[in-house]
């Protein structure tokens, strides 16, 4: 079953617009992390959140996490054509073993 | 520089055959996992590995097999494809942490006829 639920499960913006992706999940955390994928490439990571953070920055990224609501929500400020992809949510359950549980993922797509 | 490959990249096999895909990382990692990406499924775990001579069924296993004889390699075996195996598999490693990040190979499309 999936831990974690993106959404929206797409979004198409203009250039310059912020970009807000939201995840929820299941069961208590370590962590949590979002990764993106460019069509046709493998995942890469973007950036993690501890269970004990509410807030992390990276560049143009912030991520916040509410443990209380089993939420959390990716910001892309200033998105670039170059930003489209797909981009997931990935939860490391407590006592989990490091084992990352995906959500089926937010297409974004940034038009010029 | 470190990195993971799989291979092959693209596959196609008939129903019945043995498959096996290669995953071979350079990162020294002692964590490895096979994940297969299907539409509206995202990611799931198929098996992975802690270390050597250490295998674990994840969230899909059926079907599938894994060995792990030294820590650079976790190939993937379908023992007897199936088209309900048809998919996109990702292999990823990662330090052996509580708050580790994956780092994934370009994936192996795999179509079975």
């Known amino acids: 079953s999936q831990q974690g639920e993106e959404d929206p499960q797409a979004l198409s913006i203009q250039e310059g617009e912020n970009a807000t992706m939201n995840c929820s999940y299941k069961t208590s955390i370590n962590n949590l992390q979002w990764y993106r994928q460019n069509s046709g490439r493998g995942l890469v990571h973007l950036i993690l959140?501890?269970?004990?953070?509410r807030e992390k920055h990276s560049g143009r990224l912030r991520v916040t996490l509410d443990t209380s609501k089993k939420s959390s929500s990716l910001l892309i400020t200033a998105s670039r054509a170059a930003d489209t992809a797909s981009y997931f949510c990935a939860t490391d359950a407590t006592g989990g073993g490091n084992k990352l549980t995906f959500g089926t993922g937010t297409q974004l797509k940034v038009e010029l | 520089d470190a990195e993971i490959t799989q291979s092959p990249r693209h596959k196609i096999t008939e129903t019945g055959r043995q498959v096996t895909l290669a995953c071979h990382q350079t990162?020294?990692?002692?964590?490895m996992f096979w994940y297969r990406q299907d539409l509206g499924h995202g990611l799931r775990l198929i098996h992975y590995s802690y270390g050597v001579q250490d295998t674990n069924k994840g969230e899909v296993s059926d079907g599938y097999s894994v060995s792990r004889s030294n820590t650079e390699d976790l190939p993937l075996t379908l023992e007897s494809a199936a088209s309900s195996q048809t998919s996109v598999y990702f292999c990823a490693s990662s330090e052996t942490s509580a708050n580790g990040e994956l780092f994934f190979g370009e994936g192996s499309r795999l179509t079975v006829l």
């Open positions: 990162w020294n990692h002692n964590n």
């Open positions: 959140i501890r269970s004990n953070e």
